[in-house]
């Protein structure tokens, strides 16, 4: 909200719009527990929002052979005339192993895009070795799907190759401070002419 706000603050009209889409009616419930916890978190604010799209949990549903899918894995938005429509990512960014390693190892959610100066800053980051990451390699697809899956039915078809490809990653960054950030920096990238993210420099801390 902050975020959104620094570059409003002379605007005399419009207003703050919302538009929550994801999830699904998943066994766990963890889908209707998230969207509980935002529509209470924008609730609490003190801005007057309004919400313009809710497609989530039941209604981004979709039931095949008894089980639950989402009918929407992904949106993006067209900035420019704020058009948001379906969408699927073929690249993930820079670092991507990077940032899923530190995901997979329980970080918590955060953005790494400064609008303001349109810059992806990552890291630093540190993990503790991940437990029996060896262990987890051997094991075939439908035990790394059951068990590092919040939803094993519903994951997208590259998912257990991403689990590996991380799992891999921490086996060889078993603690990432000194090899993947020297001087313990954040790595900057930018998006050149062509539209392309480029690694600009490091930055400390």
């Given amino acids: 909200m902050n975020s959104i706000k620094s570059f409003s603050d002379h605007a005399q009209c419009g207003r703050l719009e919302v538009h929550l889409v994801g999830g699904f009616s998943d066994e766990r419930q963890l889908s209707q527990k998230l969207t509980h916890q935002l529509l209470s978190e924008f609730d609490r604010q003190e801005d007057d929002i309004h919400l313009v799209t809710l497609c989530v949990t039941e209604l981004n549903d979709r039931e095949d052979n008894e089980n639950h899918f989402p009918v929407i894995y992904g949106i993006a938005v067209n900035?420019?005339?704020a058009e948001i429509y379906r969408a699927s990512f073929q690249d993930r960014g820079p670092e991507e192993e990077l940032r899923a390693a530190r995901a997979l190892t329980g970080g918590p959610m955060i953005?790494?895009?400064d609008a303001k100066t349109e810059q992806?800053?990552?890291g630093p980051y540190s993990w503790m070795p991940f437990p029996h990451v060896d262990f987890w390699l051997q094991q075939d697809d439908k035990e790394i799907l059951e068990n590092l899956s919040?939803?094993?039915l519903a994951e997208p078809?590259?998912?257990?190759?991403?689990?590996r490809s991380t799992l891999m990653f921490l086996k060889k960054y078993?603690?990432?401070?000194n090899t993947l950030f020297p001087g313990n920096k954040a790595l900057l990238y930018k998006k050149n002419e062509d539209g392309l993210w480029e690694?600009?420099?490091?930055l400390g801390s």
Avoid: G, N, Q
Wanted: glycine share 0%; no cysteine; proline share 15%.
């Fill in 79 to 81: 900035i420019k005339t």
């Fill in 174 to 177: 078993p603690s990432p401070t």
């Fill in 120 to 122: 992806l800053r990552i």
């Fill in 111 to 113: 953005s790494i895009y």
């Fill in 199 to 202: 690694k600009i420099s490091s």
């Fill in 157 to 163: 078809p590259h998912f257990v190759e991403h689990i």
């Fill in 150 to 152: 919040t939803s094993p």
